[in-house]
């Protein structure tokens, strides 16, 4: 799994665990930095309602950093947004390869004019569909005019540009969908997405995601349930990693 590799990978393990917040959408973890990952709680409910999904839980900042990022392994999607986290606490990303600039800068940029899948149907798609030449949104909870995940096989082969979420490191599909993309540009984005060059190596190009530059403000806002639109402005810096140059436009 691309997840093993980037733990195997990861520098200052036995960072001490700070501060843990699960909240309603986000879930922040310190250690070294501040993570962000998605909250991404079970689909169905558990077949034992007394269960334990998030082992130790109240006890997790008696862990160090490695500890708590092995949970992103878990089938649990609870406990893997925890790890998540946990792993993007640890990440401090080569700025030489960075630029401040969202996922839709990148989409427009690299995907005008030509064949776009989304995988999760982000804000920002309604902006590019003008701007690309074919753009599927797909998507588990279906909006209209979206593809359930089943089309993915289907549709992902045909395009030039595929934007996969973060949250498919946190559900374990990010392997799934990277074999059904022939020679696209693959951009990840979102707040779960990892600042790791282990990526690269596994084929995707652009790494879009999220810096905390100041956890105060930011467990004010995932402890208040806030969403990430509502966060955004507030103790975070969007960035996006390349693994080759920028391209001049």
């Not at 997840?3 to 959408?25: N, Q, S, T, W, Y």
Request: proline share 6%; aromatic share 6%.
């Amino acid at each position: 799994m691309i997840l093993r590799e980037v733990i195997a990978a990861l520098a200052g393990k036995e960072e001490p665990v700070r501060a843990v917040c699960a909240g309603a959408f986000w879930t922040a973890v310190t250690s070294r930095h501040t993570g962000l990952a998605t909250t991404c709680r079970p689909d169905a409910p558990l077949e034992d309602p007394h269960a334990f999904p998030v082992s130790d839980a109240g006890r997790l900042l008696e862990k160090n950093a490695g500890e708590l990022a092995a949970y992103a392994l878990s089938p649990d999607t609870l406990s893997a947004s925890l790890g998540v986290a946990a792993i993007n606490s640890l990440l401090e990303p080569d700025e030489s390869r960075c630029s401040e600039r969202g996922a839709f800068e990148v989409l427009a940029e690299r995907g005008r004019g030509r064949d776009v899948a989304v995988v999760g149907h982000f804000p920002f798609v309604d902006r590019l569909r003008p701007l690309v030449r074919n753009l599927w949104v797909i998507e588990k909870r279906l909006r209209p005019g979206d593809l359930p995940e089943s089309e993915a096989a289907r549709v992902l082969p045909r395009c030039q540009v595929v934007c996969l979420s973060g949250t498919t490191l946190i559900n374990h599909t990010l392997e799934g969908l990277l074999a059904c993309c022939r020679g696209a540009t693959i951009v990840l984005t979102g707040p779960s997405s990892l600042f790791t060059p282990v990526l690269f190596d596994h084929g995707i190009d652009v790494v879009c995601g999220t810096r905390v530059i100041d956890a105060a403000e930011v467990f004010r806002f995932v402890s208040q349930a806030a969403s990430f639109r509502q966060i955004h402005g507030h103790g975070v810096r969007l960035l996006a990693m390349a693994g080759g140059p920028w391209p001049r436009v």
